[in-house]
């Protein structure tokens, strides 16, 4: 699998080099890395207020201050991270409209509602945070009055988080189109809720798409021959694969954001800066929070699996590693269908299905074909990833179980407190590789479509050539951003310690 | 068929949010140039005064930025739901300068947040470089999207075709930065926000001279007031006769409503009032005035040149191409939407403006709570 991963590597930097790269390719790599950088911020916009009002709550509760403090720093983190976020938000929002400028039918059709009601949520919660960080120990009386506002803070990102995922969800699995999707291009996927947008204005998008471009939208009439859409336009926020899709991403961000807080207060205690009493309260409560995070992530990964093989049956073949001939794997087998002997039937049957002509069914099965090694190792590191941060979480138990701690120490031959520590370092970057892979996972599997089994990625990018020049400058930005946003959380959390710190 | 309702929100919509977003922004702008020339002087003369003035102003610009930040992101999503095929003509002729102004946004947005969160935590030459970039990406924003305003206006580097029975507007390939209607626009834009923040700076070193120290070292506002809007006036000069030319809808429209000598004569009086603030006494009453006209001035002009299009979206010398073409014909969007909308956003800009006033006025920001963390 090594020799082949590498061939590919070599592929793509050939294709790059020769300037075979299509305006796709280019615009693709901007994207993505725009997304991982969007992605680094927005996760502490989106979960780590869990954390810090947790932190509140049991300052609150207890009348302890320490933790109250402890609140007042992590949300400091609100301030550089929302900036970062909003920037990058900004960069992904325009880069949806600029550079993928097809993309403005799925924005004027199904992800309407969503993204406006994002627009809604967006506001609540910038207006909030400032208002939370604003009014910080100016509660003397009605402390969890300040809580509250903390909570709307919370209300706000994840309905922001949830419509777009929506969004994306609706790209992924698009909900509302009935069987339209297996009569147009791939036959093995299954009727996708019930038929509320009009199956001859999609059909007509999908197959003029591919012939005229995204250009086709540059025409006020092409837009008019697309009148009657749909009949219900909140039917993205209903998607069942958006409630898996969401669940996943809060337990995922949660633990990368509550893992990095853990890791600061082991970084403090290691280097002893500080008081040691008060960073071992915010790491127990932390990796507390990391802990059950994981747990319920095992659920909601069970969850969205589920989905993939229900509606993306080929993306499921590949990421299972499921040969194209078919095979069994008998730990899905018993999963799904409660027996190991389930023979799963690979993308040489899929692709039995498809009728004479149907081009784009024969590339997404080649693409399926093509990534099957990359998306398999990318799944499977999530998913091992996500199996060491469970036994973390077990072991983090320790500190109360006499049994666990026994177990970790004759184990590792390392005192349960050591563990600990040094787990949170493993913890952070463990859920920030599952994560980079994970989502990988779920938009490379997508290839060649924007939306699966609808519109491809080359009907939706802009007409104009989109250069490796302009590519290149966009990706410097990006990259510039993402330094000066870790430049500003190392101004704030990390140079006050190397200066030998203060005291709380 | 369009669906009517779609015209109407659609319109209603960006005509909100925009206007939301240029009254905030219009001081982002200014305040982005203003601020580092506080500072950079502060250093040059050993001066903690205006390193001062330069914190204080930057309190505000990092709580107001945000908001209309999200303003922006408002208009945006908007004008793809309910304008998509417009939308998509202006980034296929305008994707360079677009993407300057996406740009701009970036460079400003992280450089204001370093820029606050680092004050007195990096060497004074460093943070004046954070400062320059927060200046030099608020100014590329304006620059950027004015090649939108202009395209509405003048649409230079567009291609008519016409194939399958429909009619195709794409690039010409032709740089839209040389639209004719462009260059006056964009620098009206810059010199009248910073003009109208220059009046409300030197009204605000005014008051709180009058409360420290005395007569105010008031001359960089002054200054800055009577430049900005010498040049303001200049720019608009250029801009109308420019669309006198070009776009002659649009300056019919203006001339039968009487904006125009609104117009002129406010930019006449905004440089008389910069000039008479040379005097310090009666600049505590020219710098509000001067506050008030700038702002309406700059609002004036941006709505009533916006307005003047109607019926029209793009103006094509005598005539147009209607709004109605470019609505979106895909469905009617439910009116709950907007209407939800402009609940929140109330309710949201009456929580914002008290978050202000406790910001500001119970619990002033005097530093100290926004650095590093406690350990």
Same mark, same amino acid.
């Given at each position: 699998?090594?020799?082949?991963?590498?061939?590919?590597?070599?592929?793509?930097?050939?294709?790059?080099?020769?300037?075979?790269?299509?305006?796709?390719?280019?615009?693709?790599?901007?994207?993505?890395?725009?997304?991982?950088?969007?992605?680094?911020?927005?996760?502490?916009?989106?979960?780590?207020?869990?954390?810090?009002?947790?932190?509140?709550?049991?300052?609150?509760?207890?009348?302890?201050?320490?933790?109250?403090?402890?609140?007042?720093?992590?949300?400091?983190?609100?301030?550089?991270?929302?900036?970062?976020?909003?920037?990058?938000?900004?960069?992904?929002?325009?880069?949806?409209?600029?550079?993928?400028?097809?993309?403005?039918?799925?924005?004027?059709?199904?992800?309407?509602?969503?993204?406006?009601?994002?627009?809604?949520?967006? !506001?609540?919660?910038?207006?909030?945070?400032?208002?939370?960080?604003?009014?910080?120990?100016?509660?003397?009386?009605? /402390?969890?009055?300040?809580?509250?506002?903390?909570?709307?803070?919370?209300?706000?990102?994840?309905?922001?988080?949830?419509?777009?995922?929506?969004?994306?969800?609706?790209?992924?699995?698009?909900?509302?189109?009935?069987?339209?999707?297996?009569?147009?291009?791939?036959?093995?996927?299954?009727?996708?809720?019930?038929?509320?947008?009009?199956?001859?204005?999609?059909?007509?998008?999908?197959?003029?798409?591919? !012939?005229?471009?995204?250009?086709?939208?540059?025409?006020?009439?092409?837009?008019?021959?697309?009148?009657?859409?749909?009949?219900?336009? #909140?039917?993205?926020?209903?998607?069942?694969?958006?409630?898996?899709?969401?669940?996943?991403?809060?337990?995922?961000?949660?633990?990368?954001?509550?893992?990095?807080?853990?890791?600061?207060?082991?970084?403090?205690?290691? /280097?002893?800066?500080?008081?040691?009493?008060?960073? #071992?309260?915010?790491?127990?409560?932390?990796?507390?929070?990391?802990?059950?995070?994981?747990?319920?992530?095992?659920?909601?990964?069970?969850?969205?699996?589920?989905?993939?093989?229900?509606?993306?049956?080929?993306?499921?073949?590949?990421?299972?590693?499921?040969?194209?001939?078919?095979?069994?794997?008998?730990?899905?087998?018993?999963?799904?269908?409660?027996?190991?002997?389930?023979?799963?039937?690979?993308?040489?049957?899929?692709?039995?299905?498809?009728?004479?002509?149907?081009?784009?069914?024969?590339?997404?099965?080649?693409?399926?074909?093509?990534?099957?090694?990359?998306?398999?190792?990318?799944?499977?590191?999530?998913?091992?990833?996500?199996?060491?941060?469970?036994?973390?979480?077990?072991?983090?138990?320790?500190?109360?179980?006499?049994?666990?701690? /026994?177990?970790?120490?004759?184990?590792?031959?390392?005192?349960?407190?050591?563990?600990?520590?040094?787990?949170?370092?493993?913890?952070?970057?463990?859920?920030?590789?599952?994560?980079?892979?994970?989502?990988?996972?779920?938009?490379?599997?997508?290839?060649?479509?924007?939306?699966?089994?609808?519109?491809?990625?080359?009907?939706?990018?802009?007409?104009?050539?989109?250069?490796?020049?302009?590519?290149?400058?966009?990706?410097?930005?990006?990259?510039?951003?993402?330094?000066?946003?870790?430049?500003?959380?190392?101004?704030?959390?990390?140079?006050?310690? /190397?200066?030998?710190?203060?005291?709380? | 068929?369009?669906?009517?309702?779609?015209?109407?929100?659609?319109?209603?919509?960006?005509?909100?949010?925009?206007?939301?977003?240029?009254?905030?922004?219009?001081?982002?702008?200014?305040?982005?140039?203003?601020?580092?020339?506080?500072?950079?002087?502060?250093?040059?003369?050993?001066?903690?005064? +205006?390193?001062?003035?330069?914190?204080?102003?930057?309190?505000?610009?990092?709580?107001?930025?945000?908001?209309?930040?999200?303003?922006?992101?408002?208009?945006?999503?908007?004008?793809?739901?309910? @304008?998509?095929?417009?939308?998509?003509?202006?980034?296929?002729?305008? &994707?360079?300068?677009?993407?300057?102004?996406?740009?701009?946004?970036?460079?400003?947005?992280?450089?204001?947040?370093?820029?606050?969160?680092? @004050?007195?935590?990096?060497?004074?030459?460093?943070?004046?470089?954070?400062?320059?970039?927060?200046?030099?990406?608020?100014?590329?924003?304006?620059?950027?999207?004015?090649?939108?305003?202009?395209?509405?206006?003048?649409? +230079?580097?567009?291609?008519?075709?016409?194939?399958?029975?429909?009619?195709?507007?794409?690039?010409?390939?032709?740089?839209?930065?040389?639209?004719?209607?462009? &260059?006056?626009?964009?620098?009206?834009? @810059?010199?009248?926000?910073?003009?109208?923040?220059?009046?409300?700076?030197?009204?605000?070193?005014?008051?709180?001279?009058?409360?420290?120290?005395?007569?105010?070292?008031? +001359?960089?506002?002054?200054?800055?007031?009577?430049?900005?809007?010498?040049?303001?006036?200049?720019?608009? +000069?250029?801009?109308?006769?420019?669309?006198?030319?070009?776009?002659?809808?649009?300056?019919?429209?203006?001339?039968?409503?009487?904006?125009?000598?609104?117009?002129?004569?406010?930019? &006449?009086?905004?440089?008389?009032?910069?000039?008479?603030?040379?005097? @310090?006494?009666?600049?505590?009453?020219?710098?509000?005035?001067?506050?008030?006209?700038?702002?309406?001035?700059?609002? &004036?002009?941006?709505?009533?040149?916006?307005?003047?299009?109607?019926?029209?979206?793009?103006?094509?010398?005598?005539?147009?191409?209607?709004?109605?073409?470019?609505?979106?014909?895909?469905?009617?969007?439910?009116?709950?939407?907007?209407?939800?909308?402009?609940?929140?956003?109330?309710?949201?800009?009456?929580?914002?403006?008290?978050?202000?006033?406790?910001?500001?006025?119970?619990?002033?920001?005097?530093?100290?709570?926004?650095?590093?963390?406690?350990?």
């Amino acid at each position: 699998m090594l020799q082949r991963l590498t061939i590919q590597a070599f592929q793509l930097i050939y294709l790059a080099v020769s300037g075979s790269w299509s305006s796709a390719n280019t615009a693709e790599l901007m994207t993505i890395v725009g997304i991982y950088v969007h992605a680094f911020f927005l996760i502490f916009a989106f979960a780590f207020p869990i954390v810090v009002l947790t932190l509140e709550a049991i300052g609150i509760r207890r009348g302890d201050e320490d933790y109250i403090r402890m609140a007042w720093n992590g949300s400091k983190l609100w301030g550089i991270t929302f900036a970062a976020g909003a920037v990058t938000g900004t960069l992904v929002e325009f880069g949806l409209i600029v550079v993928w400028s097809g993309s403005l039918a799925l924005i004027a059709s199904m992800a309407a509602a969503p993204l406006m009601l994002e627009l809604y949520a967006f !506001i609540i919660e910038i207006v909030l945070i400032g208002t939370y960080l604003t009014t910080f120990w100016r509660f003397k009386r009605r /402390k969890w009055g300040h809580l509250l506002i903390g909570l709307g803070v919370l209300f706000g990102s994840n309905l922001s988080a949830y419509m777009i995922l929506a969004v994306n969800a609706w790209m992924q699995v698009p909900w509302g189109t009935g069987n339209t999707v297996s009569h147009l291009f791939l036959p093995w996927v299954p009727s996708l809720g019930p038929l509320v947008v009009n199956p001859v204005k999609l059909k007509l998008l999908a197959t003029t798409l591919p !012939i005229v471009g995204s250009s086709l939208l540059s025409s006020p009439g092409a837009f008019q021959l697309l009148s009657n859409f749909t009949t219900d336009p #909140w039917i993205a926020i209903f998607n069942p694969e958006v409630y898996a899709t969401y669940l996943h991403n809060l337990f995922a961000a949660l633990i990368i954001t509550s893992f990095l807080a853990s890791s600061y207060f082991s970084y403090k205690i290691i /280097k002893r800066v500080g008081d040691e009493r008060y960073s #071992w309260k915010g790491l127990r409560v932390t990796f507390l929070v990391a802990t059950v995070a994981s747990f319920l992530q095992a659920f909601a990964g069970d969850f969205q699996g589920r989905e993939l093989y229900l509606y993306q049956r080929n993306i499921f073949d590949a990421t299972e590693g499921i040969p194209a001939k078919g095979g069994y794997d008998p730990i899905m087998s018993i999963l799904l269908y409660g027996n190991l002997n389930h023979f799963f039937p690979g993308t040489n049957y899929l692709s039995s299905l498809l009728p004479q002509g149907d081009v784009l069914g024969q590339l997404t099965i080649a693409s399926t074909n093509t990534y099957a090694p990359v998306l398999h190792l990318l799944y499977y590191t999530m998913v091992i990833s996500g199996a060491i941060l469970i036994i973390l979480g077990i072991g983090y138990f320790g500190l109360y179980s006499t049994t666990i701690r /026994k177990i970790v120490q004759s184990l590792l031959r390392i005192r349960e407190e050591t563990f600990v520590l040094y787990g949170s370092f493993a913890g952070a970057f463990l859920s920030i590789l599952a994560g980079i892979t994970g989502w990988a996972t779920r938009e490379l599997g997508r290839h060649p479509w924007t939306v699966y089994g609808v519109v491809t990625y080359n009907d939706v990018v802009n007409s104009r050539i989109i250069t490796p020049l302009f590519t290149g400058a966009i990706i410097l930005l990006e990259i510039g951003i993402f330094l000066a946003g870790l430049w500003g959380i190392y101004m704030i959390f990390f140079k006050n310690l /190397k200066r030998g710190g203060g005291s709380h | 068929m369009v669906p009517i309702s779609n015209v109407f929100w659609g319109l209603s919509t960006v005509a909100v949010t925009f206007f939301f977003h240029i009254f905030l922004v219009s001081v982002v702008l200014g305040l982005s140039v203003i601020i580092p020339i506080y500072e950079i002087t502060g250093y040059l003369k050993g001066d903690r005064y +205006y390193i001062s003035i330069a914190r204080k102003l930057t309190s505000y610009l990092i709580r107001v930025d945000l908001f209309a930040g999200v303003m922006a992101t408002w208009l945006t999503v908007f004008l793809g739901a309910y @304008w998509p095929s417009l939308v998509y003509i202006a980034t296929n002729v305008l &994707l360079y300068p677009v993407s300057l102004a996406v740009a701009g946004i970036m460079i400003a947005i992280v450089s204001m947040a370093l820029y606050w969160y680092t @004050w007195d935590r990096m060497g004074r030459r460093a943070h004046i470089v954070v400062g320059l970039f927060m200046a030099a990406g608020a100014l590329m924003v304006p620059f950027g999207m004015s090649s939108i305003i202009s395209l509405m206006d003048y649409p +230079y580097g567009v291609k008519v075709t016409t194939s399958l029975g429909l009619t195709f507007f794409t690039s010409n390939g032709k740089n839209p930065l040389m639209n004719p209607v462009f &260059l006056p626009l964009a620098l009206f834009a @810059w010199f009248a926000t910073i003009a109208l923040t220059s009046f409300i700076v030197l009204y605000y070193v005014n008051s709180r001279a009058v409360r420290e120290t005395g007569p105010a070292k008031n +001359y960089i506002p002054v200054i800055s007031a009577i430049i900005s809007s010498v040049l303001s006036l200049l720019f608009l +000069y250029l801009a109308l006769s420019r669309l006198e030319q070009y776009s002659p809808y649009l300056w019919s429209a203006l001339k039968s409503s009487s904006v125009l000598y609104i117009l002129i004569a406010l930019s &006449l009086l905004v440089v008389l009032l910069s000039i008479l603030s040379i005097h @310090w006494k009666i600049s505590k009453y020219s710098s509000l005035t001067g506050a008030v006209f700038s702002y309406f001035l700059f609002m &004036l002009f941006e709505i009533s040149s916006n307005v003047s299009r109607y019926p029209y979206m793009i103006v094509t010398g005598n005539t147009g191409i209607t709004a109605q073409t470019f609505a979106n014909p895909l469905y009617g969007i439910p009116v709950s939407i907007p209407i939800v909308g402009f609940a929140i956003i109330a309710l949201m800009t009456v929580t914002f403006l008290f978050t202000l006033y406790l910001a500001f006025f119970v619990y002033p920001v005097e530093g100290g709570h926004h650095g590093n963390v406690d350990v």
